[in-house]
Antibody, heavy 122, light 107 residues
Framework: QVHLVESGGGVVQPGRSLTLSCAASGFTFSSYGMHWVRQAPGKGLEWVAF????????YYADSVKGRFTISRDNSKNTLFLLVNSLRPEDTAVYYC???????????????WGQGTMVTVSS | AIRMTQSPSSFSASTGDRVTITCRASQGISSYLAWYQQTPGKAPKLLIYTASTLQSGVPSRFSGSGSGTDFTLTISCLQSEDFATYYC?????????FGQGTKLEIK
């Protein structure tokens, strides 16, 4: 069974940092590009970041560029998102998601985690 | 960034109805278009990719069409479990942008 499980969310003060994790199982993690997508309370989906299967390519939304860093550890089947300089507008559920096809750079997302909530508040 | 615009933003329908949701891209995206379904408190679920390919396990009452800038998602005979929010997404280029969502409610 293919699974993605996020963790690391919580309540954090503005300006602070947090590291989100996404543990993958049930597929060859090292063969798939991975994404982070977020959803503010009551709002729509916002794509945040992508990392290629081998970590060599990364892309970010303009809203997080320079503050967020996506990374992966293929030996531990885990995806990360380091979120720095947090702002109230970063409050959202953060989902990790997997590319449909292996070794893809532009693909739909076939598997999503359950999400982890990040609340930025003083 | 490519802007994705869905219409309508919300819609009321009854079980058994045929419904169509449209999605327009601000520039051509070939067939790099996916549709997702999301119910409250749950993660999105992939329904359709490459504009018209049904994801494994998705009922055949769902269908997609279009290419270039104009796309549609059709549900041929609404079931109770289909009342949800639907998002289109382009994955032609980065950033991979989503439409604002279409909330399908029971009439």
């Amino acid at each position: 069974q293919v699974h993605l499980v996020e963790s690391g969310g919580g309540v954090v003060q503005p300006g602070r940092s947090l590291t989100l994790s996404c543990a993958a199982s049930g597929f060859t993690f090292s063969s798939y590009g991975m994404h982070w997508v977020r959803q503010a309370p009551g709002k729509g989906l916002e794509w945040v970041a992508f990392i290629s299967f081998d970590g060599s390519n990364k892309y970010y939304a303009d809203s997080v560029k320079g503050r967020f860093t996506i990374s992966r550890d293929n030996s531990k089947n885990t995806l990360f998102l380091l979120v720095n300089s947090l702002r109230p507008e970063d409050t959202a559920v953060y989902y990790c998601a997997k590319d449909l096809n292996s070794y893809a750079y532009n693909d739909a997302f076939d598997i999503w985690g359950q999400g982890t909530m990040v609340t930025v508040s003083s | 960034a490519i802007r994705m615009t869905q219409s309508p933003s919300s819609f009321s329908a009854s079980t058994g109805d045929r419904v169509t949701i449209t999605c327009r891209a601000s520039q051509g995206i070939s067939s790099y278009l996916a549709w997702y379904q999301q119910t409250p408190g749950k993660a999105p679920k992939l329904l359709i990719y490459t504009a018209s390919t049904l994801q494994s396990g998705v009922p055949s009452r769902f269908s997609g069409s279009g290419s270039g800038t104009d796309f549609t998602l059709t549900i041929s005979c609404l079931q109770s479990e289909d009342f949800a929010t639907y998002y289109c997404q382009q994955y032609y280029s980065y950033p991979h942008t989503f439409g604002q969502g279409t909330k399908l409610e029971i009439k």
